[in-house]
């Protein structure tokens, strides 16, 4: 099979068809739809991506790519579409480094899982963490037991940070 360059529809693969304008806006509108959909629904309880996750994700991306571009879409529409959601992803990050209060607006709150040795179960049960979860990261970074932990965070990012007991804690 060879490639006959004459014949080649250049005014389809280079001159959108669509609005500019409108690849912009619904690169705009999706991007920042699905941000927020995500900040609210995806927080790893293990710092991880399951497989849940990363279904949520890969069906998002397929009715995302439905709902951003038009069918045929040209070369230059592509870009356009691609320079939105890397400018979207861009700004926000740019956002949350500037302004602390659109940082607290987008990040989850740490959230204390153990406090001076004890499990907090209503905190565990408002992020689906189980108790064989917390004690598998628990082991994980060497401790067997919750008694030498002084405290433990869900950060943010879904990693379990650990801050441990002063050695004098423990007597008295």
Not at 8 to 25: G, H, K, R, Y
Not at 35 to 48: A, D, K, P, Y
Not at 68 to 85: F, K, Q, R, W, Y
Request: aromatic residues 8%.
């Amino acid at each position: 099979m060879t490639l006959d360059w004459a014949t080649l529809d250049w005014q389809a693969i280079f001159v959108p068809q669509n609005s500019i304008l409108e690849l912009i806006l619904r690169g705009s509108l999706t991007y920042l739809a699905i941000f927020v959909l995500l900040r609210i629904v995806l927080r790893r309880q293990e710092g991880g991506i399951g497989t849940a996750d990363l279904l949520v994700v890969v069906l998002t991306a397929e009715v995302a790519g439905n709902a951003i571009a038009p069918l045929d879409m040209s070369v230059v529409e592509g870009a356009v579409l691609v320079a939105t959601i890397l400018f979207w992803s861009f700004a926000i990050e740019w956002a949350q480094y500037r302004f602390p209060a659109f940082e607290r607006l987008v990040r989850n709150p740490k959230l204390k899982l153990i406090e001076n040795g004890r499990m907090l179960p209503r905190n565990m049960r408002r992020e689906y963490v189980t108790t064989r979860e917390l004690m598998t990261q628990l082991r994980e970074k060497g401790h067997e037991d919750c008694s030498r932990v002084k405290a433990a965070y869900l950060e943010d990012d879904g990693a379990i940070s650990i801050i441990e007991k002063d050695e004098g804690q423990d007597r008295g």
